[in-house]
């Protein structure tokens, strides 16, 4: 499903990303866990190319794109057809203000793909259900809570159909006691085999929803594995370091 290659990110002097590699196989659910600044959320936004690599191979299905030093970006049109596949759910929300929610997950649908706005509407009632909020459908998001905006955020992720969806660090601007609704919503589209790279600081989610975890420290990936080895008996010093902050015995985090 996706294949990053030798991926290098450096912004001037600063080296955000240095050389890394990731593969993640369809219905994977990968968690990219590490210290701030460790280059996690510049590698999820290179899977979509909202950032560009300084050099390296991002493949996602049958698109393969290969950067190098002073290369350009992909044409805009085929950008867009390439990122209707990826659904990206980010970290302050980011809905349009003027729409109500259900206008909000309608948005893709209409816009890219022309729908008919009374079966985007359809589409778009359902995901609201799904995420526990179909009775907010005509609520402006500037009345919602911030677990109700990003549960609204995901099922506009979602209209598009995406093969894979983006999360990065998707509870980490919400108050303590909305992030559990939103890491059930996440929960539940792992159970259903949903294909995730999901950047996060709540480790006892990652533990129980990741079948693979990378664990990057300085731009890179230091150690990688399935989620019980990974937090139970990590290998790497700097992993077993970054780890004893957390309680992962016995089903706590």
């Keep these: 499903m996706i294949r990053l290659s030798d991926i290098h990110k450096a912004y001037g002097a600063h080296k955000a990303l240095r050389g890394v590699s990731l593969d993640v196989a369809v219905?994977?659910?990968?968690?990219?866990?590490?210290?701030?600044?460790?280059?996690?959320?510049?590698?999820?936004?290179?899977?979509?190319?909202?950032?560009?690599p300084t050099s390296g191979t991002v493949e996602v299905g049958s698109d393969r794109f290969v950067f190098t030093e002073n290369g350009r970006m992909p044409p805009a049109r085929q950008l867009e057809r390439f990122r209707t596949h990826l659904g990206m759910v980010f970290q302050q929300f980011d809905l349009f203000p003027h729409m109500t929610a259900v206008q909000n997950v309608m948005s893709g649908p209409l816009i890219v793909k022309a729908m008919p706005k009374a079966e985007a509407r359809d589409i778009a009632m359902a995901l609201l259900e799904k995420v526990g909020l179909a009775e907010k459908a005509d609520v402006l998001p500037?009345?919602?809570?911030?677990?109700?905006?990003?549960?609204?955020?995901?099922?506009?992720?979602?209209?598009?159909?995406?093969?894979?969806?983006?999360?990065?660090?998707?509870?980490?601007?919400?108050?303590?006691?909305?992030?559990?609704e939103v890491l059930k919503v996440m929960r539940g589209l792992a159970e259903e085999g949903k294909t995730m790279i999901i950047v996060t600081h709540e480790m006892g989610f990652a533990r129980d929803v990741a079948n693979?975890?990378?664990?990057?420290?300085?731009?890179?990936?230091?150690?990688?594995?399935?989620?019980?080895?990974?937090?139970?008996?990590?290998?790497?010093?700097?992993?077993?370091?970054?780890?004893?902050?957390?309680?992962?015995?016995?089903g706590a985090a």
């Design 27 to 52: 219905g994977d659910v990968r968690v990219l866990i590490g210290p701030s600044g460790c280059g996690k959320s510049t590698l999820l936004r290179c899977v979509n190319l909202l950032e560009q």
């Design 142 to 180: 500037r009345n919602l809570s911030g677990g109700q905006a990003q549960r609204v955020a995901i099922a506009r992720a979602l209209a598009m159909e995406p093969a894979v969806i983006l999360f990065d660090e998707a509870t980490s601007a919400l108050d303590p006691e909305l992030v559990d």
């Design 212 to 250: 693979r975890v990378s664990f990057m420290d300085a731009g890179q990936i230091v150690e990688e594995g399935a989620a019980a080895e990974v937090f139970l008996r990590p290998q790497n010093p700097r992993t077993r370091s970054f780890l004893s902050r957390f309680h992962m015995r016995d």
